[in-house]
């Protein structure tokens, strides 16, 4: 499985760092959409698209979006089982609708969040003091 993820995004990058910790088969390739290069190796993932909602590849071409991404990169690494309630046919409706709100705030849901933290090409850290 290989997720497209927006590195410059502390919430999305912190849990692509837990997910690839808990990978313990090297089961997930994490690509960020930031990456110099990204267009060129993955010329059939449109990069804006990819942007607006989270996106991966199954080993067999296809491809899932939103929250199925999350939901089978955990159950991938046999993680937060939990998260198949989200899933379920009626909370699903919901779930997704809180997740595009999500994916269209993600930036601003992360500074109010994670306010001292700062990320650029896939790589998140504490801002020093003084610095915005």
């Given at each position: 499985m290989i997720i497209f993820y927006d590195g410059n995004c502390p919430l999305c990058s912190t849990e692509m760092q837990q997910l690839k910790q808990a990978d313990k088969?090297?089961?997930i390739t994490l690509e960020d959409l930031n990456a110099t290069d990204f267009s060129e190796?993955?010329?059939h993932i449109n990069k804006n698209q990819a942007l607006?909602?989270?996106?991966?590849?199954?080993k067999n071409g296809e491809m899932i979006y939103g929250l199925d991404v999350t939901y089978q990169a955990w159950k991938t690494v046999?993680?937060?089982r939990w998260l198949k309630l989200f899933r379920l046919p009626v909370i699903r409706i919901f779930a997704d609708w809180g997740y595009i709100f999500f994916a269209k705030h993600r930036h601003s849901i992360s500074r109010l969040l994670?306010?001292?933290t700062q990320c650029n090409n896939g790589q998140c850290a504490i801002k020093s003091k003084g610095k915005k």
């Amino acid at each position: 499985m290989i997720i497209f993820y927006d590195g410059n995004c502390p919430l999305c990058s912190t849990e692509m760092q837990q997910l690839k910790q808990a990978d313990k088969h090297s089961l997930i390739t994490l690509e960020d959409l930031n990456a110099t290069d990204f267009s060129e190796r993955y010329r059939h993932i449109n990069k804006n698209q990819a942007l607006t909602y989270l996106q991966a590849q199954l080993k067999n071409g296809e491809m899932i979006y939103g929250l199925d991404v999350t939901y089978q990169a955990w159950k991938t690494v046999e993680k937060h089982r939990w998260l198949k309630l989200f899933r379920l046919p009626v909370i699903r409706i919901f779930a997704d609708w809180g997740y595009i709100f999500f994916a269209k705030h993600r930036h601003s849901i992360s500074r109010l969040l994670m306010p001292n933290t700062q990320c650029n090409n896939g790589q998140c850290a504490i801002k020093s003091k003084g610095k915005k």
